[in-house]
Nanobody
Framework: QVQLVESGGGLVQPGGSLTLSCAAS????????MGWYRQAPGKQRELVAT???????NYVDSVKGRFTISRDNAKNTVYLQMKSLKPEDTAVYYC?????????????WGKGTLVTVSS
């Protein structure tokens, strides 16, 4: 069994910064791509950023230049550094990882962490 646990969400003023973390634990052989998704109230979940095991990154256009995804493979952890936050960044942020265990390769999700951007 594999668990992903996010942390770092909270309330921040517009223009502020926040860093999210997501740690994977369990019977992990290897983690492939990791990513962050978000779901705003009344909207569908959308991709925010992804990072491969080799460090190649991809971002949705709306966060380019403001968000940075990174990972620490030794700690099985992915981070999302968010700067110049806007009210439209308000959402529940979910961590995702493609994890290889001894028996299967599967996508796993965290339970989410709420980010609220408001004055």
């Amino acid at each position: 069994q594999v668990q992903l646990v996010e942390s770092g969400g909270g309330l921040v003023q517009p223009g502020g910064s926040l860093t999210l973390s997501c740690a994977a634990s369990g019977s992990i052989v290897k983690i492939n791509a990791m990513g962050w998704y978000r779901q705003a109230p009344g909207k569908q979940r959308e991709l925010v950023a992804t990072i491969t095991s080799g460090g190649t990154t991809n971002y949705v256009d709306s966060v380019k230049g403001r968000f940075t995804i990174s990972r620490d493979n030794a700690k099985n952890t992915v981070y999302l550094q968010m700067k110049s936050l806007k009210p439209e960044d308000t959402a529940v942020y979910y961590c995702n990882a493609g994890v290889l265990t001894l028996t299967r390769l599967m996508d796993y999700w965290g339970k989410g962490t709420l980010v609220t951007v408001s004055s």
